[in-house]
């Protein structure tokens, strides 16, 4: 099974509510053990047996999920015609809210006189609402991961016939090799044993064993030369896991400290980019929070002006508010110091305050004004 099919069936089963699986002997077992499960984090390569299963975490996950929301799988309890499924009692199916006339199909989901089959609804095998009479008309590709051949229609029904299996010896996916059908791994055509070698020099090549012999890696008689495990495939490195690349087990994803650090260490833009697009929800909350706190506080700012500015407002339009005139208050000198917003005058003047005009301030409010006066003779 390759890897695109496992991704997909991982993809499949994210649908349906279950997680990846915990780093358990339950449901991460070693190869000797089967191998991991579909829902493993890395992906898988398919060649082994629990490759094409769901684990038991996985399958506790789905059926809660399935308890829940099986009414969604059930059939319709009508047919209906419209729906470019042909179902009980239907001969095509030309779909639409509304079904209507189609070259090969009546609104009633019924195939026109002289019509054999429904082009879009059968196979490529019905051309012109008849059996495609040229056996040169592919309707299916070869599919190496089942061992299959390509298949054209034979011009006797508007279905694709069944594909012939691939001769036997025909190289399948990860080296593997088409026997009775069916895509035999590397080790088992040579008439070995699959195995994960120990050594972590080793961890992506491919190897097998003989018996109850020790894993090594697969060695040509020829040249002596190792097969390295096709670049993409999970291995495990010295404390982590990895990925193959080149016959190699590097790690690629870094945790987010490594990131942080690396990020701090050398500033490169290429790593800031990185690290960005790594962290894209972080990136996302810390350029918010660089507009939106300073933003926040400039609109806490105005609001508080605004809301002195309405207090003092409706102080001077309070008609039971008779203290208009500010009284000056006493120093420990016996001078007085005077409120800014009454009179223009200085805390620390040695003479005599008399009255000016410069030193009448008039206050303005919306539609309320007042002058304030004092006696000269202070």
Same mark, same amino acid.
């Given at each position: ?9 991982? =993809? ?6 279950? =997680? ?5 002997? =339950? ?16 992906? +898988? ?53 509304? &079904? ?37 008309? !592919? ?23 069944? #594909? ?17 059908? =069916? ?70 994803? $870094?945790?987010?400290?490594? !990131? ?12 800031? #980019? ?10 996302? +909350? +810390? ?39 500010? $009284?000056?208050? &006493? ?7 005077? %409120? $800014? ?22 206050? %303005? ?8 006066? !004092?006696?000269?003779?202070?």
């Amino acid at each position: 099974m390759p890897s695109e099919i496992t991704g997909k069936l991982k =993809e499949i089963g994210h649908n349906f509510g279950s =997680e990846h699986d915990p780093d358990t002997t =339950e449901c991460a077992p070693e190869e000797s053990d089967g191998g991991k499960f579909i829902m493993y984090p890395a992906s +898988v390569s398919g060649q082994w047996e629990n490759n094409k299963s769901f684990s038991p975490c996985s399958k506790r996950r789905i059926v809660n999920v399935l308890k829940s929301k099986s009414d969604c799988f059930r059939e319709p309890r009508n047919e209906i015609c419209g729906n470019y499924k042909k179902e009980k009692d239907e001969e095509c199916d030309p779909g639409g809210i509304v &079904p209507q006339d189609s070259m090969c199909c009546t609104k009633e989901c019924k195939l026109k006189p002289k019509s054999l089959c429904s082009d879009g609804y059968d196979s490529p095998c019905c051309k012109d609402c008849l059996y495609a009479n040229s056996t040169n008309i !592919r309707c299916r590709d070869t599919d190496p991961t089942n061992c299959k051949e390509y298949t054209n229609c034979d011009g006797k029904s508007p279905k694709c016939p069944a #594909a012939p299996s691939m001769t036997d010896g025909t190289r399948c996916i990860d080296r593997g090799t088409c026997i009775n059908g =069916e895509c035999k791994p590397f080790c088992t055509a040579n008439g070995l044993t699959p195995c994960k070698c120990s050594k972590v020099e080793d961890a992506c090549k491919v190897c097998c064993k003989k018996d109850n012999s020790i894993c090594s890696p697969y060695t040509k008689n020829e040249t002596g030369e190792t097969i390295n495990i096709l670049d993409g495939r999970s291995c495990q490195g010295e404390e982590q896991q990895g990925t193959c690349v080149q016959g190699l087990c590097k790690k690629i994803t $870094q945790d987010l400290v490594e !990131r942080f650090w690396s990020f701090l260490t050398t500033l490169d833009s290429n790593i800031v #980019a990185q690290f960005m697009k790594d962290n894209l929800a972080g990136t996302v +909350v +810390v350029f918010s929070l660089l507009i939106w706190i300073p933003a926040s506080c400039y609109v806490n700012r105005l609001d508080k002006k605004r809301d002195k500015t309405e207090s003092l407002e409706a102080e001077w339009r309070d008609p039971t508010n008779t203290q208009l005139l500010r $009284q000056p208050k &006493p120093t420990s000198k016996g001078k007085f110091v005077y %409120r $800014q917003d009454s009179i223009s005058r200085s805390s620390k003047a040695d003479k005599p305050f008399k009255i000016k005009p410069k030193n009448i301030k008039t206050h %303005r409010t919306p539609q309320l004004e007042y002058t304030v006066q !004092r006696e000269s003779n202070l």
